[in-house]
């Protein structure tokens, strides 16, 4: 007779379930952390990580030592733009909302100019990244990311959400939650991940016809 312990407690049973994944989370973040000291390997790193939770929530065979490097290494350059857009992106939106004023009429003209920017930008960020592995072209990724957004502002507000209460969740678990903290936040950046390509494909789902949408999901670069 099956008892909810045994539901609970089989090999392949939701108590197991859910350490495996988080151990996965766990350590692709901590290996994510690691290819970023560099800094100018974060986005690569970045690419990395999703490609790893994608990969596992296909069932696919994690990126080893060697196939990581490799990853990495042909990933640094072409991931490069994009985080300069980025980054360009939010120093310009910084600056014309904290920098000094020029007044009257053209200083409202830049404080509601950069507002704008600035929450446009925020809704299309997470989709560019995740699109940036199907294209891996810049302004191809920003432009459908654009449309993505347009087309399903309700799944671009979330995801946007999502990153923003993730960040905040990894202060708050490392300095406020004790013992129990760390280890949980060592699996956020990954699980964030795993949401937002949740995100991501329902958005394209939906926003796409279904033959479209299918040979999309069949996409994904082998980086093998």
């Known amino acids: ?7 609970i407690f089989a090999p392949d049973g939701a108590l197991l379930r859910a350490w495996s994944r988080w151990w996965f989370w766990a350590w692709t ?36 030592p060697a196939e990581s490097l490799r990853f990495l290494l042909r990933r640094l350059l072409p991931t490069l733009p994009l985080a300069g857009c ?8 910084i600056t014309g909302l904290f920098g000094p004023s020029p007044g009257g009429g053209y200083g409202w003209l830049v404080l509601i ?21 199907r294209t891996g072209r810049t302004v191809e990724s920003i432009r459908l990311a654009y449309r993505l957004a347009l087309a399903r502002l309700d799944l671009a507000v ?8 993730a960040a905040a969740a990894v202060v708050l678990l490392l300095t406020r939650v004790p013992y129990l903290g760390p280890p949980l936040a060592l699996a956020v950046p990954a699980a964030v991940a ?15 016809p279904p033959d479209r949408a299918s040979r999309l999901a069949t996409r994904d670069e082998d980086p093998s």
Do not use: K
Not at 33 to 47: D, G, N, R, W, Y
Not at 86 to 93: A, D, I, M, P
Not at 113 to 133: D, K, N, Y
């Open 194 to 208: 795993t949401f937002l390509i949740m995100l991501h494909d329902r958005a394209t789902r939906l926003a796409t």
């Open 158 to 165: 979330t995801a946007t959400v999502a990153a923003v209460a």
């Open 29 to 64: 973040s901590c290996c994510w952390a690691l290819f970023s000291l560099p800094v100018v390997t974060l986005p690569a790193a970045t690419s990395w990580l999703i490609t790893q939770q994608r990969r596992y929530t296909r069932g696919e065979t994690s990126l080893g």
């Open 1 to 7: 007779m099956t008892g909810p312990a045994n539901v």
């Open 113 to 133: 100019t950069s507002s704008v920017v600035g929450v446009t930008w925020l809704l299309l960020a997470p989709w560019t990244v995740l699109i940036f592995e």
């Open 86 to 93: 980025h980054l360009g992106v939010t120093g310009l939106v």
